[in-house]
């Protein structure tokens, strides 16, 4: 077998398995839609593409808050809005982490999920250097919200400035649904 024909081979099977794995795919059956998922997007076995909006979350771009395929969600930027669209505490990073996190966790409960299934956190911190805490502040919310036996990755990016004017922090995420079974609510922190 020639490198080509292996690399080949091996990447096939490897796309396979992470489509068995996010839940797309032929995977046999009649070819019905899982009505927990969506129907097929014309395709076989491919879940819809579904924007997740729930009430309350204020999405200042008019981009849907979440984004849904299969049991992957993927939140957008969350800043700290309230259900009115106005800012929350200005000049306090923590209120606006915990507003921003709170914004988040709202999203993954509107796609049947718990804060326990978000498994990447990007925070965008408007950076000050005269808050030489902003690292300790950002991470104690984030533990705050978040089982400490599943915490999500989390990475930490400082920028200049973030869109909204007066925000100091922004948070987008991944959550990997693991069900949609209702005493799984009972659960979530």
């Excluded at 795919?25 to 969506?38: L, N």
Aim: hydrophobic fraction near 40%; glycine fraction near 14%.
């Amino acid at each position: 077998m020639s490198k080509l024909h292996f690399i080949t081979t091996t990447a096939l099977l490897l796309g396979s398995l992470s489509a068995c794995a996010m839940g797309i795919g032929g995977g046999g059956g009649g070819g019905e839609a899982d009505p927990r998922h969506g129907p097929p997007n014309g395709e076989r076995g491919v879940p819809a593409t579904v924007a997740v909006n729930p009430d309350g979350v204020t999405t200042p771009t008019g981009a849907p808050a979440g984004v849904k395929i299969g049991l992957a969600l993927w939140v957008s930027g969350q800043v700290a809005f309230d259900s009115t669209g106005t800012l929350i505490g200005p000049g306090d990073l923590r209120l606006q982490t915990d507003q921003a996190l709170e914004n988040l966790i709202q999203v993954v409960h509107a796609a049947h999920g718990v804060p326990a299934d978000v498994v990447k956190l990007t925070v965008y911190v408007v950076a000050d250097s005269a808050d030489t805490d902003q690292f300790r502040t950002v991470q104690s919310a984030i533990s705050a919200r978040f089982k400490k036996e599943t915490p999500p990755a989390v990475t930490v990016v400082t920028v200049a400035g973030l869109a909204p004017p007066g925000a100091l922090v922004a948070i987008d995420g991944i959550a990997m649904l693991r069900g949609e079974l209702p005493d799984r609510w009972r659960d979530s922190p």
